[in-house]
Structure formats: structure tokens, C-alpha cells
């Protein structure tokens, strides 16, 4: 799950095509150039044999705002590599308030920085 989130990170839309299983990788891949993703936390992973699943959080400023995707992914191992298979994910609007620390990672208060 980190290395994609990686390749995610550099919009390396060949690495993401080449972990995604052959049975449901999308033809004409395309990864968005204008997000930009800020931190992954790995809520929960286990695995059954060959078959593996992670929840995960995911943060990334697009525009000028923030964004959560929150996914339940499911993985297969084929071959001593892990490939993933679906998951079912939801995206919703990070608000922070004004005097929270700033999403993006300065060290700021939201106020002070992106928010300006």
C-alpha cells in the first residue's frame, strides 16, 4: 500500500497500472496531475493467505482545500507479489478550523498559512 501511495505521490501511472491486478486494472490509466497527497495513515491491515486487505486514510490538498480519501482495499498475492484488487473508498472535504494546525504540514496554524 506505501509504495503505491508513492507512486501516487510522483503520478507514477506506471507503477500504479503495474500493482493493480491484470482482472481489474482500468485500460488508459490516467492519474490526476493537480492533487497533491500530504500523508497516508494505514489504519488496519491484515492478511489471509494470499489474500491481504488495508484501511487506509489518505490526505491531499487539491485547489485550495483539502480532501480525505478513506479506502477498505483488498490485495491478492500472485507469484510473491502483492497486486491490488478493488476497494471501496469515500472522499470528503477536510475543513480544519481556523486555529488548528495546517493540514499541509508547516508547523503553522491553518489561519496563518494556507487559509490566508
Same mark, same amino acid.
Given at each position: 500500500?506505501?509504495? *503505491?501511495?508513492?507512486? #501516487?505521490?510522483?503520478?507514477?501511472?506506471?507503477?500504479?497500472?503495474?500493482?493493480?491486478?491484470?482482472?481489474?486494472?482500468?485500460? +488508459?490509466?490516467?492519474?490526476?496531475?493537480?492533487?497533491?497527497?500530504?500523508?497516508?495513515?494505514?489504519?488496519?491491515?491484515?492478511?489471509?493467505?494470499?489474500? +491481504?486487505r488495508v484501511h #487506509?486514510?489518505?490526505?491531499?490538498?487539491?485547489?485550495?482545500?483539502?480532501?480525505?480519501?478513506?479506502?477498505?482495499? *483488498? #490485495?491478492?498475492?500472485?507469484?510473491?507479489?502483492?497486486?491490488?484488487?478493488?476497494?471501496?473508498?469515500?472522499?470528503?472535504?477536510?475543513?480544519?478550523?481556523?486555529?488548528?494546525?495546517?493540514p499541509c504540514g508547516?508547523?503553522?496554524?491553518?489561519?496563518?498559512?494556507?487559509?490566508?
Amino acid at each position: 500500500m506505501r509504495s *503505491r501511495y508513492s507512486a #501516487f505521490v510522483r503520478n507514477d501511472t506506471t507503477y500504479v497500472a503495474e500493482s493493480w491486478h491484470p482482472d481489474t486494472r482500468p485500460t +488508459g490509466l490516467m492519474l490526476d496531475d493537480g492533487d497533491h497527497w500530504l500523508e497516508l495513515k494505514v489504519l488496519d491491515s491484515d492478511a489471509d493467505g494470499d489474500r +491481504g486487505r488495508v484501511h #487506509f486514510r489518505a490526505l491531499r490538498r487539491n485547489g485550495k482545500g483539502f480532501s480525505v480519501l478513506e479506502e477498505n482495499s *483488498r #490485495f491478492l498475492r500472485e507469484g510473491g507479489h502483492w497486486f491490488y484488487l478493488d476497494g471501496d473508498s469515500k472522499v470528503s472535504n477536510l475543513k480544519p478550523g481556523r486555529n488548528d494546525p495546517c493540514p499541509c504540514g508547516s508547523g503553522k496554524k491553518f489561519k496563518k498559512c494556507c487559509a490566508a
